[in-house]
């Protein structure tokens, strides 16, 4: 089986439904030709998080560090703290200058507002590539 036959569970987590939508709007249903279709889920708590994670469903996560009241940085730290073989965690942050904080977090990639669809589906490509073990198709 090809990837780009393989669907992916990508978890969005925002307390604010707006930044969930704008979110799964600027990465697409397929972020890149070489992969499979998103199948979004989203939180709006982080323990809807926690449970998601505990249960293995999502390929990737992608965490608003600006959630209330639970951050997506505490998050993706404990996370990756507590699961082995925890999925990527792609930080959405406030600030690019933040990065130094999503590095304490644990983060995998970052991304910042406003998001720029073209490299929100690059960062997410690369992660999902990273985590299915497939390289990008020679262009």
Request: glycine share 6%; aromatic share 6%.
């Amino acid at each position: 089986m090809t990837s780009a036959a393989t669907s992916f569970t990508v978890l969005v987590y925002s307390d604010d439904a707006a930044v969930r939508e704008r979110i799964r709007f600027a990465i697409g249903r397929r972020p890149a030709p070489d992969l499979g279709k998103v199948d979004y889920i989203e939180a709006s708590t982080g323990e809807e998080v926690v449970d998601a994670a505990d249960a293995g469903l999502p390929d990737l996560m992608i965490l608003d560090a600006e959630a209330w009241p639970t951050g997506g940085l505490g998050l993706s730290r404990q996370l990756k703290n507590e699961i082995v073989n925890c999925p990527p965690v792609l930080a959405v942050l406030a600030r690019k200058v933040d990065r130094w904080l999503a590095s304490w977090s644990l983060a995998d990639a970052t991304v910042a507002h406003p998001l720029d669809p073209i490299e929100a589906a690059e960062v997410v490509a690369e992660l999902l590539r990273q985590r299915s073990g497939t390289l990008p198709a020679a262009r």
